[in-house]
């Protein structure tokens, strides 16, 4: 775990710990584009977006969790608050100039807290956006880490957002399932904390067929918000954003022109 730079100083030419991910580096770029992925994820699902931004001045980080890919040997974060509290020293490396963050599904949870607490450190984002999750004032008990392997299968099935080819190959099955169950444990066990709403500009990102975050749920990001909130509507289920990529490239862009 890397010691924080002095705020101001030039941020590092490359990511020097474990947890961030620099694919399309962008020379001085206008903002930086902090990424969490889905339960289950890892940092290559922000790659086409990190190509498709690096031409508007916008370099993605994307966070690379523990427990998978190159991060495989190591133990898996069981808690929001404590994956939160981790990333925390490298990320704020580069938070010397603007930027902001990004999560899909479990990814939102996090890129808010993240959020909430870098805010509280004096280093407020320039804007927040949540993708395919339900506001955190949403009552809902997740339980998907408690089925068994068969079941689980089945609900990521669900979701629309894995080759049906590749919930057939059990070697591979094996590698991802711990990473699912842990992710979907993390989701279960969180639980939103009251406090002073985010003032944070905040995007808010939907598909309209969603089976986990109905248009109501996602609209009432707007309980935890205190600044201006934007809601999107796209078609699709719950990973819209690998569907319509260039809709979601859009839509950030246009919503980071405040600080490009």
């Known amino acids: 775990m890397t010691v924080p730079a002095a705020r101001g100083a030039a941020a590092p030419s490359s990511p020097s710990g474990v947890w961030l991910r620099r694919y399309r580096p962008v020379a ?3 903002v930086r584009l902090v990424c969490f992925p ?4 890892s940092a290559t699902a922000y790659l086409g977006l990190a190509a498709g931004l690096a031409g508007a001045g916008v370099e993605v980080l994307a966070v690379q969790y523990p427990g998978r890919q190159d991060r495989r040997g ?8 404590a994956l939160v509290e981790a990333v925390l020293p490298e990320l704020r490396e580069w938070t010397g100039g603007p930027f902001a963050l990004f999560g899909h599904s479990l990814g939102g949870t996090l890129a808010y807290e993240t959020a909430r607490r870098l805010t ?5 984002p320039a804007h927040l956006f949540v993708s ?18 068969r079941a689980l299968i089945a609900r990521i099935a669900a979701l629309q957002g894995t080759d049906p080819e590749l919930l057939r190959d059990e070697e591979l099955l094996r590698m991802v399932l711990p990473a699912l169950r842990n992710d979907y444990g993390m989701a279960g066990s969180y639980r939103h904390l009251a406090g002073t709403p985010l003032s944070v500009p905040l995007t808010v990102l939907t598909g309209d067929s969603d089976p986990n975050v109905s248009v109501d749920d ?3 990001w707007s309980e935890v918000a205190g600044g201006p909130v934007e809601l999107h509507v796209l078609p699709g289920g719950h990973f819209f954003l690998d569907e319509r990529p260039e809709n979601v490239r859009h839509i950030i862009e246009e919503a980071l022109d405040h600080v490009r």
């Open 120 to 124: 509280a450190l004096g280093e407020k």
């Open 218 to 220: 996602a609209r009432r």
């Open 74 to 81: 190591e133990p898996f974060v069981k808690t929001v608050g």
């Open 132 to 149: 395919g999750r339900r506001a955190p004032t949403v009552p809902r008990t997740d339980t998907a880490h408690l089925l068994d392997d």
């Open 38 to 41: 889905h339960a289950g994820g």
């Open 28 to 30: 001085d770029p206008a």
